[in-house]
DNA sequence: AATAAGGTTGTATGAATTACAAGATTGAAT
DNA sequence: ATTCAATCTTGTAATTCATACAACCTTATT
């Protein structure tokens, strides 16, 4: 069944998903956008979104946009926030749900689909303006990943499998914009019962860093027994 | 224009909002509910909503039900979640945002609407099976509204101007589940800078604790020059 | 004068945060 | 072999904060 031809029927007053990507790179987060390939806002960059099927779980709306661009499966998704104002969409009353994903830059193949000629990913720092009420979408939702990054350990979703204790620093000094000791950071994560050694990088120009990496298993054993609460 | 003789031409896609109202009381946190007055689940208990009308604000919407129901005007809303499941409504699909009001209990005049024969407000400890996906949308929210008392200044939308520091902690005692130290939480409500000591209660039957009050404009005043953050 | 509830003071402990200094380790470049 | 650059570690000192708990004072009613 092809939806998108029943889109006039039901477009006077429908329902959409905005799927906001991060990553992390070179001590930067960064953000999938696309380029729109179709007005209204033709041409410019946007956060990938698409109207939800009257019979579609928005949660399944979610995975099949983030597939749709990433060729990602598996991915937790996570609600940020429901922007409803009246004239947000030029063409009609869309009213939009905002989910946002953290993935591991590497493992995400972006393709261009038909709404998009272009896939990038972008530093935060770097994005300008974008189309409808994509901004305030952004901002909102980077306040709400700031939240869950201080008390979920949700930052190992941003980072590879195994990772450096500098690339964990970096990443929270990116997010809150703010400069952190090197000893005491460390100290802080020697700490954490679910973050352990195992290797040492190979084929750096350098000392190797060691690499770690989060149990996850051994997380939710403590949090369901109350033993632990992440605080960052 | 009266919207809901549409209702059938948009009830197949259909976007509503549910409103609940936190009150509190004799110790207890409190929620108001309606008893449902047509179907389906007639004669259930229910969070009040209502559909949004296609040209309404969210934030509009959710303003009108309050009032609608309490009377209330003025009240700060906060959006808490978007629930999309595509049967959660026996009769199509309609997808739900959830926001939540703080009410001072003494000020909220409820009265029941079309919509309802019945408005009660229930002790959240008390609340049973409510009709729909309520009770879901419940437990999320109160999640959420928890999350922001430890971290803004929400707690004083639910008690009176004026307020002794007993209910101040068994306000948190009971959203918590877990007791304070009297002398302790005492000792660290008075850091905070924008907690002040007014008068004291009178017709008392023993002897009358101190009343406090908020002062929101030094709260934001040190928000805004980043002099204090709110911790519980 | 007794009672009940409100309210205060103090102390001891341990945990966590912050700031800073200094040194050890590893691999690459020369 | 030496130097360099980056990684990583150790230690210390001051400070703040949270927690637990005991003892006691104050104000009103009865």
């Not at 939800?52 to 946009?65: C, F, N, Q, S, T």
């Not at 993935?103 to 000629?117: D, I």
């Amino acid at each position: 069944m092809n939806y998108k031809i029943e889109f006039d029927k039901f477009f006077s007053y429908s329902f959409s998903l905005d799927c906001l990507i991060f990553g992390f790179e070179n001590g930067q987060i960064h953000l999938l956008l696309i380029k729109r390939n179709m007005d209204p806002h033709k041409g410019e960059w946007a956060i990938p979104g698409d109207l939800v099927y009257p019979d579609e779980d928005l949660d399944d709306a979610g995975k099949r946009i983030l597939h749709d661009l990433t060729n990602l499966e598996g991915i937790r998704l996570h609600q940020s926030q429901t922007f409803g104002k009246p004239k947000r969409h030029p063409q009609g009353r869309v009213i939009t749900c905002a989910y946002f994903a953290l993935t591991k830059m590497e493992e995400v193949n972006a393709v261009a689909s038909s709404w998009a000629t272009e896939v990038k990913w972008i530093p935060l720092h770097k994005v300008k303006q974008l189309a409808f009420d994509h901004n305030e979408i952004l901002s909102s939702t980077f306040e709400i990943l700031k939240i869950k990054l201080s008390n979920e350990p949700l930052c190992f979703d941003l980072l590879p499998e195994k990772f450096t204790l500098n690339e964990l620093q970096q990443l929270y000094e990116y997010a809150f914009n703010s400069d952190l000791n090197k000893a005491n950071f460390r100290k802080k994560i020697k700490h954490i019962p679910f973050i352990s050694h195992d290797e040492k990088q190979i084929n750096v120009k350098h000392r190797p860093a060691k690499l770690f990496s989060f149990d996850q298993k051994r997380y939710k054993d403590l949090l369901a027994r109350q033993e632990y609460s992440f605080k960052m």
